[in-house]
């Protein structure tokens, strides 16, 4: 027996003004595409904003649906509509950002399960890590390295 250790180095702020320029204008860009959210049912916006290597910068936000299955998540909008407008474009990062009209959210908002799986295809083709950097809407913001750290026996292409 061997064990295996998937542990996870996280970088913690306490304010997006630690973050680099660069990172900041990601962020408001995010934040941005949170307030224009279609989020009625749940009353969740979240917000996503992705850094193409030509400097480009692609939004998305959750779009919900009166039949709930039928919406999307603010990561998978954005990352799809980068592939759709940027075929092969290297996803240098993503900023993400999550509010509600009910509750503060203070704690940082991790993409989910389906879009961390959506987003780590774009990272295992172009062999190159993605930056993750989340927040709520007030509170610390994280940073992580590459999507691959947050899917630990990643499911890929070269399975199948
Ligand atoms: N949502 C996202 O947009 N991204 C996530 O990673 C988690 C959840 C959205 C989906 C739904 O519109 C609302 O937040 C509540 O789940």
Not at 13 to 28: G, I, K, R
Not at 39 to 49: E, L, N
Not at 114 to 137: D, H, S, T, V, W
Request: glycine share 6%; aromatic share 10%.
């Amino acid at each position: 027996m061997k064990e295996i250790d998937f542990s996870l180095k996280a970088k913690m702020f306490d304010s997006v003004s630690e973050l680099s320029q660069d990172e900041q204008n990601l962020m408001d860009k995010a934040i941005e595409a949170r307030n224009n959210a279609y989020a009625p049912y749940s009353k969740f916006q979240v917000g996503a904003s992705i850094l193409l290597d030509n400097g480009v910068i692609v939004t998305g936000n959750n779009q919900e649906n009166a039949a709930y299955p039928s919406g999307m998540c603010a990561e998978r909008v954005a990352i799809w509509s980068a592939g759709a407008q940027y075929p092969n474009m290297i996803v240098k990062k993503i900023a993400i950002t999550a509010a509600s009209s009910e509750i503060e959210v203070k704690n940082p908002v991790g993409p989910c399960g389906a879009c961390r799986q959506a987003l780590y295809e774009y990272e295992f083709n172009q062999k190159e890590p993605i930056e993750i950097i989340f927040m709520g809407e007030t509170g610390k913001i994280i940073k992580v390295t590459s999507l691959a750290s947050l899917l630990p026996f990643s499911f890929d292409s070269s399975y199948l």
